[in-house]
């Protein structure tokens, strides 16, 4: 079985850390569907679940053209008051007749694409996350999981409880990732995490067992710290090569402490099952090590701070 998904994050834009009633009231997107809140070990409210009909190519290394309908499921979440995800994905799989069905079975099926013809998930997968060998870009009639994942996010960051002035810039990061479930007994659980170009990262992972929800959860969990590593190494990395006067440099190091260093918490969210992999996963990338160096380069930089300015007080 293959799942394809899409994890866009974000810095929530508002003056101030979002309470979780408040974000209750932003992520309250589907009438009549409960927004679920946790506060333990970190605050995280998510949306209800909603679904995008699709009917397009899927995508392919090899160009060759095979059409998928089905449906989308999304949701949107917001962390630590502070951080916005927009999550989607779906599932492929063969289907059991060559025609299109009414759009009412695709809807009682949520969250699973059939592929009208055979397919080749190794070339799906190349063609999702790389967009194939020689091809600088996928066609604009294939999947595009990265479009309702923006819209999603776009649509919760132009909400009117929203002030729009949040206190540091941070672009946004965009992961697209792929699940391969191998039931092999000899397989083991494996993924690839690779930084692309700009704001882009893919993940590619193997299981030898189905565990959907498990591995999706993993995935949002990995683009959340990647983005609190990319904007804070960003802003260190900004102020380490830069003359800033002294004013500036205490004031943007103190927005990252104030905003952001409490928010770190890899694995907070990822199940038991996922939780070998997931440690991998930030060995892999170095996430952990990055962090570390960052906050304690801040914590030197601010004592310093402090220190010369109790000195010109003397």
Same mark, same amino acid.
């Given at each position: 079985?293959?799942?394809?998904?899409?994890?866009?994050?974000?810095?929530?834009?508002?003056? &101030? !850390?979002?309470?979780?009633?408040?974000?209750?009231?932003? $992520? =309250? @997107?589907?009438?009549? #569907?409960?927004?679920?809140?946790? %506060?333990?070990?970190?605050?995280?409210?998510?949306?209800?679940?909603?679904?995008?009909?699709?009917?397009?190519?899927?995508?392919?290394?090899?160009?060759?053209?095979?059409?998928?309908?089905?449906?989308?499921?999304?949701?949107?979440?917001?962390?630590?008051?502070?951080?916005?995800?927009?999550?989607?994905?779906?599932?492929?799989?063969?289907?059991?007749?060559?025609?299109?069905?009414?759009?009412?079975?695709?809807?009682?099926?949520?969250?699973?694409?059939?592929?009208?013809?055979?397919?080749?998930?190794?070339?799906?997968?190349?063609?999702?996350?790389?967009? &194939? !060998?020689?091809?600088?870009?996928?066609?604009?009639?294939? $999947? =595009? @999981?990265?479009?309702? #994942?923006?819209?999603?996010?776009? %649509?919760?960051?132009?909400?009117?409880?929203?002030?729009?002035?949040?206190?540091?810039?941070?672009?946004?990061?965009?992961?697209?990732?792929?699940?391969?479930?191998?039931?092999?007994?000899?397989?083991?659980?494996?993924?690839?995490?690779?930084?692309?170009?700009?704001?882009?990262?893919?993940?590619?992972?193997?299981?030898?067992?189905?565990?959907?929800?498990?591995?999706?959860?993993?995935?949002?969990?990995?683009?959340?710290?990647?983005?609190?590593?990319?904007?804070?190494?960003?802003?260190?990395?900004?102020?380490?090569?830069?003359?800033?006067?002294?004013?500036?440099?205490?004031?943007?190091?103190?927005?990252?402490?104030?905003?952001?260093?409490?928010?770190?918490?890899?694995?907070?969210?990822?199940?038991?099952?996922?939780?070998?992999?997931?440690?991998?996963?930030?060995?892999?990338?170095?996430?952990?090590?990055?962090?570390?160096?960052?906050?304690?380069?801040?914590?030197?930089?601010?004592?310093?701070?402090?220190?010369?300015?109790?000195?010109?007080?003397?």
């Amino acid at each position: 079985m293959l799942t394809l998904g899409a994890v866009h994050t974000g810095l929530v834009q508002h003056s &101030g !850390a979002l309470p979780v009633g408040r974000a209750a009231e932003l $992520l =309250d @997107l589907v009438e009549g #569907a409960a927004v679920v809140s946790v %506060r333990r070990p970190m605050a995280c409210t998510t949306s209800p679940e909603m679904l995008t009909g699709v009917d397009c190519d899927a995508p392919s290394s090899t160009g060759r053209r095979v059409r998928v309908v089905g449906t989308i499921i999304g949701r949107v979440s917001v962390t630590g008051g502070r951080i916005a995800q927009s999550s989607v994905d779906t599932r492929l799989q063969r289907a059991a007749i060559s025609t299109r069905l009414p759009w009412q079975i695709y809807l009682g099926r949520p969250g699973q694409l059939d592929a009208i013809g055979k397919v080749s998930a190794p070339a799906v997968v190349d063609g999702y996350l790389r967009g &194939g !060998a020689g091809r600088s870009e996928v066609p604009h009639t294939s $999947l =595009d @999981l990265d479009a309702v #994942a923006m819209q999603l996010l776009d %649509r919760v960051q132009r909400g009117d409880l929203l002030d729009r002035r949040p206190p540091l810039r941070a672009p946004r990061t965009t992961l697209r990732w792929s699940i391969m479930v191998d039931d092999r007994s000899s397989v083991d659980d494996r993924a690839s995490f690779t930084v692309g170009a700009g704001q882009a990262r893919t993940l590619e992972v193997t299981l030898g067992r189905h565990d959907p929800t498990a591995a999706r959860l993993l995935c949002e969990d990995l683009a959340l710290h990647d983005w609190l590593v990319t904007t804070v190494s960003s802003v260190v990395d900004d102020l380490a090569a830069t003359s800033w006067p002294p004013p500036v440099r205490v004031h943007r190091l103190n927005l990252l402490v104030e905003h952001l260093t409490r928010l770190w918490m890899p694995g907070a969210r990822v199940p038991g099952s996922m939780s070998a992999l997931a440690q991998e996963l930030d060995r892999q990338a170095g996430l952990t090590r990055q962090w570390t160096a960052c906050v304690q380069w801040i914590r030197d930089q601010l004592a310093a701070a402090t220190a010369v300015q109790s000195l010109t007080k003397m």
